[in-house]
């Protein structure tokens, strides 16, 4: 949902795929209806509708005082969304500055203390020993081989609880993930050239 942390040019997006909007809207729970402010970045590629309306779907029954972690935050989509449906905390990751100030721009006019924006390299802030999260939300720039990288540093610096959920969404292309040898895959779908895929981890 973010440009690439290290280049000033975005990725290209995929065919059939949304341009950012000029607000991100939030579908369900206590903000539902409510329409946010997205801050212009070239290159961000907010979650659409339908594809969020499926995901939280499926975590309907883990999201209520769940710990999250939106690790490319952009628009905060998901971050809001599982705020409002009362997620415990949200965590939202970012490196774009403006796009970062626009997210706690957001969560003042929510008048919530449960978010916390965090204007950071992704990578590099996960190279940290962690805490554990129930859900993990990852959606990171197309095209630059990133998800490998996530995968591994999740695992191994301690941010996942044991069974938590992790939503991932990228490039169909790519085809079939090579995730960690705990997550299996309890979810699966694809919307036009994206695919998002909700793995559960066993606990260890």
Same mark, same amino acid.
């Given at each position: ?9 975005? =990725?290209?997006?995929? #065919?059939?795929?949304?341009?950012? =909007?000029?607000? &991100?809207?939030?579908? /369900?729970? $206590? +903000?539902?209806?409510?329409? !946010? =402010? ?16 499926? !995901?939280?779907? +499926? ?17 905060? %989509?998901? %971050? ?60 990171? =720039? ?7 990288? &996530? ?7 301690? +941010? ?7 939503? &991932? ?8 993930? $090579?995730?960690? &040898?705990? +997550? ?7 919307? /036009? #050239? ?9 606990? #260890?």
């Amino acid at each position: 949902m973010s440009r690439n942390k290290t280049s000033s040019r975005s =990725p290209k997006r995929p #065919q059939g795929t949304q341009a950012a =909007p000029g607000f &991100v809207r939030i579908i /369900g729970g $206590q +903000w539902r209806g409510r329409k !946010l =402010p997205v801050h212009d970045v070239t290159g961000l590629r907010p979650t659409t509708d339908r594809v969020k309306e499926t !995901l939280f779907n +499926w975590l309907m029954a883990d999201i209520y005082q769940a710990k999250c972690l939106d690790l490319f935050a952009g628009s905060g %989509g998901l %971050g809001f969304e599982a705020l409002s449906r009362q997620a415990e905390k949200v965590t939202l990751l970012e490196f774009d500055s403006k796009a970062a100030g626009q997210l706690k721009q957001n969560l003042a006019a929510l008048n919530t203390t449960s978010g916390k924006v965090v204007q950071t390299d992704t990578l590099a802030y996960l190279t940290k020993p962690g805490q554990p999260y129930d859900i993990v939300f990852i959606d990171p =720039p197309f095209r630059r081989d990133m998800l490998a990288t &996530v995968f591994d540093l999740l695992e191994q610096n301690g +941010w996942l609880a044991d069974n938590a959920m992790i939503y &991932v969404e990228a490039e169909s292309e790519l085809g079939q993930l $090579q995730v960690p &040898v705990s +997550w299996s895959l309890h979810r699966e779908k694809t919307a /036009g #050239q994206i695919s998002y895929r909700l793995y559960q981890r066993e606990g #260890q």
